[in-house]
């Protein structure tokens, strides 16, 4: 397989054969692909699509899908749907099965009106450009099933990667990778704030993600978002606290999600809460629990309060950033999936 890096950040490039351009979907950078580059791309793609095309059979599950756990749900209809997946628990309002392309979502009769939230809040997104929609629409859900189940529960099946997991399966990461993930989710927040809306539901439990490929999805919470300024409809249990301190603990406001992605970075470090952290960090007798110190801007920028809206704080942190660890670099988070599902969720 031909795979081309990126010579500023060392991330995967893609090919844009119309353009014979190879583009770094993590940095920017583009540079031009050289004939022998082209040809081991090209090569690659051929034997990709001739692997496709060898046998319509599905191919037998492997790995820990071959133990997987199975649940029979019955429509209303009578039809009977038969759902595979390796992890289910508990979320906010509803169960949530990570199957292999999709993640379930099931919700109680009397939460129902939570499953219509969910699609009607991820229908509506607009985006300012095309080019912007052709990019973040990925990380956004996208409904391929809903149905009621005969005993009255809500049915959503949404879209996903096989290669996307729960994000609180990867357990407590290294900074520099809490820090790639805090610039997908100050990317995310913008796209909401575009859109006047907050999640109020910004958990590690409601999102997604690829560890090779460096993404975020952002999959669960839509049940509580809502309209800046109007009556929240609820919000996610660890969110609850900053609602109820703010004194806004009705009504949506974006510093809310700006607050809640703080708190998903802090617990990612390994610590309970920003409170915990300020301890470690400040505190020789309460050593930092993954061998930090972190550098002194990002512990900053994850105690102290956000900026007022979505775009200063991703200027904020685009600062931070660079301050933190100078040019930026990919650097790889290698995990099988083995390694992901055993872990406690």
């Known amino acids: 397989m031909a795979i081309l890096k990126c010579k500023m950040c060392n991330g995967t490039l893609d090919y844009d054969q119309q353009q014979n351009l190879a583009v770094c979907p993590y940095c920017g950078n583009k540079s031009t692909v050289f004939d022998q580059d082209r040809k081991l791309f090209e090569q690659f793609r051929n034997q990709f699509a001739a692997l496709l095309n060898q046998s319509p059979k599905p191919a037998p599950e492997e790995g820990f899908w071959v133990d997987a756990s199975r649940e029979e749900l019955v429509r209303e209809d009578g039809a009977v749907m038969e759902i595979t997946y390796l992890t289910k ?46 990019e973040l629409a990925n990380y956004v859900p996208r409904v391929v099933t809903e149905c009621r189940l005969e005993d009255g529960r809500i049915f959503l099946a949404i879209e996903k990667k096989e290669s996307t997991y729960p994000l609180k399966m990867l357990g407590t990461l290294m900074d520099r990778h809490v820090a790639w993930v805090v610039s997908r989710l100050e990317n995310l927040c913008c ?74 970075a802090v617990r990612l470090l390994g610590y309970p809460d920003r409170k915990a952290l300020t301890a470690a960090t400040n505190s020789d007798s309460n050593p930092p629990l993954q061998g930090l110190p972190l550098p002194e801007p990002f512990r900053r920028f994850l105690i102290e309060p956000p900026e007022p809206d979505a775009r200063a704080d991703f200027a904020k942190w685009d600062r931070v950033l660079t301050e933190s660890y100078g040019e930026r670099k990919f650097i790889p988070l290698s995990m099988t999936e083995e390694e992901i599902y055993s872990k406690t969720f």
């Open 191 to 264: 796209l909401l704030d575009y859109n006047n809306i907050v999640l109020n539901a910004f958990t590690a439990e409601n999102l997604f993600v690829d560890p090779a490929n460096h993404q975020i999805y952002l999959y669960g919470g839509w049940w509580f978002a809502g309209y800046t300024g109007s009556e929240t409809p609820g919000a996610s249990e660890s969110v609850m606290p900053y609602l109820k301190k703010s004194g806004h603990k009705s009504r949506c406001i974006a510093k809310t999600d700006l607050e809640s992605i703080r708190l998903v």
């Open 89 to 134: 628990r508990r979320t906010d309002l509803c169960t949530m099965y990570v199957a292999k392309r999709n993640v379930i979502y099931l919700f109680e009769q009397e939460h129902a009106d939570y499953a219509a939230r969910y699609r009607e809040m991820t229908g509506k997104l607009v985006y300012p450009t095309p080019d912007m929609e052709r």
